[in-house]
């Protein structure tokens, strides 16, 4: 069996730049508010959860290739620096780095920008944002910022894709493609996206920003987080309901103890979480949702739920997790970490957060 | 389970293909543009399907699609849902299936390589969203059938199969990566079948991202042409069935060829722009040629990336004719975009495709537009239709974002 650990974790969500206030802010519970967005000719305001600016403008922002980069991009580089500034501390020598971006809407405010300017006039369309409209544009700037990247893949799909990513960057790791691989989802806001979500979720609030893990094969490198299983991919079909998923991937993850966390995908909609509370309703450990406080992060909401585990991990708050995404249109699929011994302290202890059963 | 990984096989399993379907502006089907491509035929013309009257470039490389999809298991209401990229999809996926012969079944998956998906839903839903206040009669349905992993489902449904569905955006790398993924999972054992391909459709954001970067041919498109001045879009979907060649063989079914090499790796040179020297290039074709055991003189094909563009083509000339070495002069190579232009998501699976016609059938694809060679190009570039021994092809494919990859495939038997 090949070992995967996780090294490094980074997080850029509306509660701040960072997991120390990511996770705070989900321990704490309470919804961050919403702020709210123009629908162009409509006189309703639509829901989102914005990442609010950072404290100071981040170093990173002053590569060339970030000049003209869109919000996704300035998060996702965020979440992945934070999650490689921890191995790139420790390593001995260089690594081979493996990039796995995972979207779901990806860079929608470019592409809605430049829709926008070709219907009006594409002779005046910006040529400047084109490129910044696809969906592989945040991987390849991510990848630019980091040194010596292997290889690179972007993945789309809902947000259970963020765990083929993960599975993916394990199979690299064993293969021993590269010594390490970051694995980010990022999301960004903006009308279009918050008044589809609207058709989707009437009770959600939209939310941007990023989530991402660093895994490693060297447990000298592991911040005390082994990774441990990735269910099945449960997909939707004609035949499978999300509600045969869900319990499908639940049938596949251990019962619950008092000393395991089971961070969980469901949000506020009521009918749409209905198959994961179900699938789960046997559970009696500690269970936290972020996406109650964050927001409807997309693919940045799966990263964040792995992040928030892993950390609750490190932080010796539970011995096991496990992540549950039932996602929207595509899968249910979940993952398990473990609790293991570190070689060093893994972050500074007053930013450990107290999860709440 | 996804994770931890089943026990890697002794031996890295032999991977076949045993179907393939095809859509391009030649045709839909492999029969149709095997002639095509063989015989030099160019699928352009005025682009009808949005409004470029205010364009530099207004031609295009548009699919003919059939008013009627094949008959699968999909319900009517369904597959009225599907937009043309996910249509064309079907109609390759069918193609590949029915060859194939495989039985419905579980834990099939479903590898697909695009760089849009279903982008027309989503321009509709963003004009409709302008201009309607309020009303949102199937905006729900967009919001959700423009996804790809949606457009995947929509033909597993069709075919009766279910499985992990992965969806790979590395821009124009995307069907190559989607077919090389497909070809891991085989080889390490992780899949017994999968269906693997790429597809995109025109749509206007994406025609005009392109115009608006001049990067359009305002004449024809002509790949490693000295007087080269762009590339031309297409649209299309290209579609394969991988299997364990024993397995193929067992069961008696027909084997299209063989894929024997991938390889992927990122150039960080620029966003838009290849390092000028090709060196990413240079490295993933070493790397794939590397893994399928083969040196450059055993290559009798090379189908490039190829795109019309001053920069793309210098690069991969460069490359081509570093990594070929003393063997360039004899070594045939031809882009098919001068045919059916860029197929952006779709390129790589549809250009593995035309591999496998000129490794089954034994005969080159031309090149037709093509005048005086880049200086670059110490390889010919295959101008007329004509016979020849192709025991194996290697495939090209370059991404905006810089992802790189390369497939090398084998004539069966």
């Not at chain 1, 499978?240 to 969980?264: G, K, V």
């Not at chain 2, 409004?51 to 009627?68: I, T």
């Not at chain 2, 001049?214 to 498109?221: F, G, K, N, R, V």
Request: proline share 6%; hydrophobic share 45%; with cysteine.
């Amino acid at each position: 069996m090949s070992h995967v650990y996780v090294a490094g974790l980074g997080a850029v969500s509306p509660a701040g730049w960072g997991v120390a206030s990511t996770c705070k802010a989900v321990c704490l519970g309470s919804p961050l508010a919403d702020q709210q967005l123009e629908r162009p000719g409509w006189g309703k305001l639509l829901r989102a959860r914005l990442v609010p600016n950072p404290p100071q403008r981040p170093a990173f922002l002053a590569h060339p290739r970030l000049r003209r980069a869109s919000p996704i991009t300035h998060y996702a580089a965020a979440a992945a620096l934070e999650a490689w500034s921890r191995p790139r501390s420790l390593q001995s020598g260089p690594l081979q780095i493996g990039v796995v971006a995972c979207l779901q809407a990806g860079c929608v405010n470019y592409s809605c920008r430049f829709f926008g300017e070709t219907l009006k006039d594409p002779q005046t369309a910006s040529p400047l944002l084109f490129p910044e409209t696809v969906y592989a544009a945040p991987a390849s700037h991510v990848t630019a910022l980091l040194e010596n990247v292997a290889v690179t893949y972007t993945l789309v799909g809902d947000p259970g894709c963020y765990l083929e990513g993960i599975a993916l960057a394990a199979q690299w790791l064993a293969e021993k493609l590269v010594d390490v691989c970051i694995v980010f989802g990022a999301e960004e806001t903006n009308w279009i996206l918050a008044d589809a979500l609207r058709h989707l979720d009437g009770t959600a609030s939209l939310a941007a920003g990023a989530g991402a893990l660093c895994l490693c094969r060297d447990p000298g490198l592991s911040m005390g987080v082994e990774l441990a299983a990735i269910t099945d991919a449960h997909t939707y079909s004609a035949e499978r309901t999300r509600a045969d998923s869900a319990r499908a991937m639940r049938r596949q993850l251990p019962s619950s103890s008092s000393s395991e966390l089971l961070c969980d995908g469901r949000g506020t909609g009521v009918q749409v979480n209905a198959p994961e509370t179900a699938a789960w309703g046997d559970w009696r450990g500690m269970r936290l949702s972020p996406k109650r406080v964050l927001g409807e992060g997309l693919m940045a909401g799966a990263a964040w739920q792995c992040v928030i585990a892993c950390e609750a991990l490190a932080g010796g708050q539970a011995d096991a997790a496990n992540v549950s995404i039932v996602g929207s249109n595509q899968q249910a699929i979940g993952a398990r970490f473990l609790r293991t011994p570190v070689a060093e302290p893994a972050m500074d202890p007053s930013q450990k957060c107290e999860v709440r059963t | 389970m996804l994770f931890p990984l089943p026990s890697s096989v002794a031996e890295p399993l032999r991977v076949a293909i045993t179907g393939a379907g095809i859509v391009s502006s030649l045709g839909v089907g492999w029969k149709t543009n095997a002639h095509g491509f063989r015989a030099g035929r160019a699928g352009f013309r005025p682009v009808s399907l949005f409004d470029v009257s205010r364009h530099r470039v207004r031609r295009a490389a548009e699919v003919d699609l059939p008013l009627e999809l094949p008959s699968t298991r999909l319900k009517p209401h369904h597959a009225g849902r599907l937009d043309r990229a996910g249509r064309m999809l079907l109609l390759a996926a069918e193609e590949a299936w029915r060859q194939a012969g495989w039985e419905p079944g579980n834990d099939i998956p479903l590898i697909l390589g695009t760089t849009a998906g279903g982008m027309a839903m989503g321009e509709t839903y963003f004009c409709r969203a302008q201009s309607i206040r309020g009303r949102s009669s199937g905006q729900a349905t967009r919001a959700v059938h423009y996804q790809p992993q949606v457009q995947g489902r929509m033909v597993a449904d069709a075919l009766g199969f279910n499985g992990l569905i992965s969806v790979l955006s590395n821009a124009c790398a995307s069907g190559s990566n989607a077919i090389g993924q497909a070809w891991k999972v085989i080889r390490q054992g992780q899949a017994k079948r999968v269906v693997a391909g790429g597809y995109d459709a025109l749509s206007q954001l994406v025609f005009s991202g392109f115009d608006a970067l001049q990067a359009l041919s305002p004449t024809i498109c002509r790949p490693f042409d000295a007087h080269r001045d762009g590339l031309a879009l297409g649209e299309g979907a290209a579609v394969l069935t991988l299997e364990p060649l024993e397995d193929a063989r067992r069961r008696g079914a027909v084997i299209l060829g063989e894929i024997i090499g991938y390889s992927s790796a990122i150039d960080q040179h620029h966003l838009t722009q290849p390092h000028p020297q090709g060196d990413t290039a240079l490295a993933v074709m070493r790397q794939a040629c590397e893994m399928a055991r083969i040196t450059p003189d055993q290559i009798d094909y090379v189908n490039a990336h190829g795109t019309g563009t001053m920069l793309n083509d210098s690069a991969e000339a460069m490359a081509i004719s570093r990594w070929a070495g003393a063997h360039a002069p004899a070594l045939p190579v031809s882009s098919t975009k001068a045919g059916i232009g860029h197929l952006l998501g779709a390129a790589g699976a549809v250009e593995a495709v035309v591999c496998l016609m000129a490794l089954r059938e034994q005969w080159l694809p031309m090149q037709a537009a093509f005048e005086s060679p880049d200086p670059a190009c110490l390889f010919p570039i295959v101008r007329a239709p004509r016979d020849a021994r192709v025991a194996h092809a290697l495939s090209n494919s370059f991404g905006f974002g810089g992802v790189n990859a390369t497939l090398v495939l084998r004539r069966w038997p």
